[in-house]
């Protein structure tokens, strides 16, 4: 073969890979670098923003959409899901799905931490399964900033976010029987998984 006929075979198959990487657009991986400056190197957070690692892809699908839409209150989220595809949107959410939460190293109370396991499980369990692991229901509680599992409270608490209705019922049992303290208790028992 010719220097020219090489040249000519190598530009044309560079072209053709080019193009087609380009149609194929970002990897999902390189999509979800975008969240690392909050959420943390392959979504596990070292700030007060979530843990999004290990995220049930449904629930991020619904939360981004919610954010998307402006149904969800944020103060950066939902300009960023503005700029997704839904199509991106279900690719990251795959992707995170199937990275593993790395729990935040975060101070906490022992004793609040006990307590908080027996009102978790007399209160919480049910919807927040294997003390607050399992995200199949509802996002990751375990190994969570308690500062942002506590503004999350709040958020709920002001109508800022929707408090379903199973849960409102729950924590208004847990504070008429155990009083406010009860919500630190559980926060610092999320808090305290390792």
Same mark, same amino acid.
Do not use: W
């Given at each position: ?9 190598? !530009? %044309? ?12 657009? *970002? ?13 943390? %190197? ?58 593993? /939460?790395? *729990?935040?190293?975060? /101070? ?20 927040? $399964? ?18 942002? !599992?506590?503004?999350?409270? $709040? ?8 408090? /379903? ?21 559980? !926060? ?7």
């Amino acid at each position: 073969m010719t220097l020219k006929k090489t040249l000519q075979v190598a !530009l %044309t198959g560079g072209l053709m890979v080019g193009s087609l990487a380009v149609q194929a657009g *970002p990897s999902p991986q390189m999509l979800s670098q975008t969240c690392a400056a909050c959420h943390g %190197t392959m979504g596990s957070s070292v700030a007060v923003i979530p843990t999004i690692a290990g995220a049930d892809p449904e629930y991020f699908v619904e939360t981004m959409q919610a954010f998307k839409s402006g149904e969800r209150k944020a103060t950066v989220m939902d300009r960023v899901a503005k700029g997704y595809s839904d199509e991106q949107i279900t690719a990251m959410a795959n992707y995170f799905a199937a990275q593993k /939460p790395v *729990p935040m190293n975060q /101070p906490f109370s022992a004793a609040k931490a006990q307590q908080g396991a027996k009102l978790h499980n007399d209160y919480c369990e049910k919807c927040h $399964e294997d003390g607050g692991t399992n995200t199949e229901a509802s996002a990751l509680l375990a190994g969570q900033s308690t500062l942002y !599992l506590k503004y999350s409270m $709040e958020d709920f608490k002001a109508g800022h976010r929707e408090v /379903p209705k199973k849960m409102r019922t729950q924590v208004k049992k847990m504070l008429d029987q155990h009083g406010p303290s009860s919500i630190e208790a559980v !926060l610092n028992y999320y808090g305290s998984q390792q």
